[in-house]
């Protein structure tokens, strides 16, 4: 019986994947297990970056380095998100495979500007 319920548990863990499509957010595609995201990378001089990771300000696309730096690069007219291919991955150490799952719509967002801090007035 044990086996059977530890079977069962396994099988729901495994089919997580399989219950994601393009209608699932971002943070539910991010926290499941065994599933990639191929996204298209945006280059910033040196700097190759996913969009996954950059943001929008004016038309300007934002992002920031490894080093910590921030960098900017002209939008791309029109570009206002990508696809993003999602991937299943499936197998074990020595041989694994990544299945297409669905391809979903990422929108670049706006850049958050920091809070604005509170001056100190002397008297």
Same mark, same amino acid.
């Given at each position: 019986?044990?086996?059977?319920?530890?079977?069962?548990?396994l099988?729901?863990?495994?089919? /997580?994947?399989?219950?994601?499509? =393009?209608?699932? @957010?971002? #943070?539910?595609?991010?926290?499941?297990?065994?599933? &990639? %995201?191929?996204?298209?990378?945006?280059?910033?001089?040196?700097?190759?970056?996913?969009?996954?990771d950059?943001?929008?300000?004016?038309?300007?696309?934002?992002?920031?380095?490894?080093? /910590?730096?921030?960098?900017?690069? =002209?939008q791309? @007219?029109? #570009?206002?998100?990508?696809?993003?291919?999602?991937? &299943? %991955?499936?197998?074990?150490?020595?041989?694994?495979?990544?299945?297409?799952?669905?391809?979903?719509?990422?929108?670049?967002?706006?850049?958050?500007?920091?809070?604005?801090?509170?001056?100190?007035?002397?008297?």
């Amino acid at each position: 019986m044990l086996t059977l319920v530890a079977s069962l548990g396994l099988l729901s863990a495994a089919g /997580g994947a399989f219950a994601l499509g =393009p209608d699932s @957010s971002w #943070s539910e595609i991010r926290s499941t297990p065994n599933v &990639r %995201i191929r996204a298209p990378m945006i280059f910033f001089g040196a700097h190759a970056i996913s969009v996954t990771d950059i943001c929008r300000r004016g038309d300007k696309l934002r992002a920031q380095t490894s080093e /910590g730096t921030t960098v900017e690069v =002209p939008q791309p @007219s029109g #570009s206002r998100g990508y696809d993003i291919e999602v991937y &299943r %991955i499936e197998g074990g150490i020595r041989r694994t495979r990544e299945i297409l799952l669905f391809i979903k719509w990422f929108d670049i967002p706006a850049c958050r500007e920091p809070a604005e801090q509170p001056h100190d007035e002397e008297n």
